[in-house]
């Protein structure tokens, strides 16, 4: 065999565990069509965080207008994107670097299998002991007339200039957050999504504050809608509905979602088994083709589709074929956030679960606008809801939070939840003050 172990992908579903396992000695390789790193690296998680920085730092400032500040800087787009392109250009070096450094054999191009120990690509054959499929997902299209005149999210993360008036389709974490940087920078935004919702995965309550605050920016939603086609209209695009809607716009996001890439791999010929949302595997990450398995975005999967899961899954993986774990995946609690401005962050029980629960949960709902520490940057209209399980010793198992913060404050909760520490235990721990966490901490209810 020319490989132990043979990645398909080098995203963090790869990167992980890969290069832990090479630095133990494994002969490992890793196939890679596109960019090293992965999407998240290169036109993903990255580059978005960019762009959204000085939308976050020009909330702040406007906050604190009269209060020590006075001015309010202007979003520059092109040395935005320009200071895009300088950081994440490299990445794709440093990606395949990291793995060179490792010992790793990378092998550019795209993979498809011959067997289930052989792969081809380049016309070249590759053969391994173990694959693993992790090869992520790609941007949806909405399949209608004039689909080819939309964009996706790896367009809007290099747009070299902003149109005048940008229509995105969907309402889930990529139509969110880039309405919200496209419309901070002054965009006329129109987000149109199929059912009532946004955001669905996220506290209700929060959801509706946001939208509230993107409409009061001039974002319009419209709700139940299904768009049946495109077509340019001199240098403008039509959108047509149901029910004769129409709408002309310069700029259409499609950003109904991201679907597998394992419809490249030929696994039909091995009998792989697959959903149009992954690959199906067990709870090793196995296939039900022995030595196959999958990591990341590829699978099939309840939990989020996240980096950090990726990378979790990554390093499972990794573990288990240098024979330091052979238990199946457990996952820990999870977290997540949408960097909405302000970002909404959760991890644990859902909140509109536990709401919907009294007699199992215990819901401590907080809002930070009292609080003299929230307010030196003068943040109005920040919540935190804390969720404990009345069946379990009244245990922390759910955070979400609506703030600039929030990242911050869930981060901290987490290992908490993790190690299930009661609401007592919460209340013996000592902070640093002033600091987000001494401010939670106060915010807790005491036994
Ligand atoms: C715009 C955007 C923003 C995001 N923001 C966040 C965020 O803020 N936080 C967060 O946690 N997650 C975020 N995500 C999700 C995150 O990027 C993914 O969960 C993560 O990248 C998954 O890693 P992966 O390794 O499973 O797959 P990927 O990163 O997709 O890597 C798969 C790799 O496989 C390669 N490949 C596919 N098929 C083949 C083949 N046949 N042969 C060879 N190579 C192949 C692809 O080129 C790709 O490089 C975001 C995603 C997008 C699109
Ligand atoms: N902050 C983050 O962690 C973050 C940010 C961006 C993306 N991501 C990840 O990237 C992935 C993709 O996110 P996403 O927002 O593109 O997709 P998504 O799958 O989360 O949401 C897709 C959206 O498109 C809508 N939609 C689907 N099909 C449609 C159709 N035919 N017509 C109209 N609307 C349709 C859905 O109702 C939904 O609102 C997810 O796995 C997500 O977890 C994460």
């Not at 520059?76 to 990291?98: C, S, T």
């Not at 759910?398 to 939840?417: C, F, M, Q, W």
Request: hydrophobic residues 40%.
């Amino acid at each position: 065999m020319d490989f132990s172990v043979l990645y398909i992908g080098s995203g963090q579903a790869t990167w992980n565990g890969a290069v832990p396992l090479a630095k133990a000695g494994v002969k490992v390789g890793v196939i890679e069509e596109s960019q090293y790193g992965g999407v998240c690296s290169n036109k993903g998680c990255n580059a978005k965080i960019i762009l959204d920085k000085p939308i976050e730092l020009v909330e702040r400032i406007k906050a604190m207008q009269g209060r020590g500040l006075d001015g309010v800087p202007k979003i520059n787009w092109a040395d935005l994107m320009a200071h895009k392109h300088e950081l994440i250009v490299p990445q794709d070096h440093h990606g395949k670097q990291r793995l060179v450094d490792a010992g790793i054999t990378t092998i550019t191009g795209r993979a498809e299998f011959v067997n289930a120990h052989t792969v081809v690509v380049n016309g070249q054959e590759y053969t391994a002991d173990k694959i693993v499929i992790a090869t992520g997902l790609r941007p949806h299209r909405l399949n209608i007339p004039g689909k080819e005149l939309f964009h996706d999210s790896t367009d809007f993360l290099s747009l070299a200039q902003l149109p005048k008036h940008m229509t995105i389709l969907g309402g889930s974490f990529v139509a969110i957050e880039f309405a919200t940087i496209a419309s901070a920078c002054g965009v006329k935004v129109d987000v149109i999504t199929r059912g009532d919702r946004i955001l669905r995965q996220f506290p209700a309550q929060y959801v509706a504050l946001v939208k509230a605050d993107l409409k009061k920016q001039g974002v319009r939603f419209i709700p139940n809608m299904t768009i049946n086609s495109a077509q340019s209209a001199g240098q403008e695009i039509l959108l047509e509905g149901m029910h004769e809607f129409s709408l002309t716009t310069d700029y259409v996001l499609d950003a109904t979602g991201r679907i597998p890439n394992h419809d490249r791999l030929n696994l039909d010929a091995l009998g792989v088994a697959y959903t149009d949302k992954g690959i199906v595997v067990d709870d090793n990450l196995q296939t039900n083709v022995p030595g196959i398995y999958a990591a990341g975005d590829a699978i099939d999967k309840k939990t989020p589709k996240l980096t950090p899961t990726a990378a979790f899954e990554s390093r499972y993986l990794a573990a288990k074929f240098m024979g330091k774990n052979n238990q199946p995946i457990h996952y820990p609690v999870i977290s997540e956030i949408v960097f909405t401005s302000p970002r909404i962050a959760q991890v644990g029980v859902a909140l509109d679960e536990a709401l919907a629960n009294p007699d199992h949960y215990d819901v401590s709902q907080v809002s930070y606008d009292g609080d003299w520490f929230r307010q030196v940057e003068n943040e109005n209209g920040a919540y935190l809801s804390l969720i404990f399980d009345k069946q379990a010793n009244d245990q922390l198992v759910g955070a979400a939070e609506l703030s600039h913060e929030a990242d911050n404050t869930i981060n901290t909760l987490v290992p908490y939840i993790q190690m299930k520490m009661t609401r007592e235990a919460l209340n013996d721990l000592i902070y640093v003050f002033p600091s987000i966490e001494y401010t939670l901490q106060r915010r807790l209810p005491l036994v």
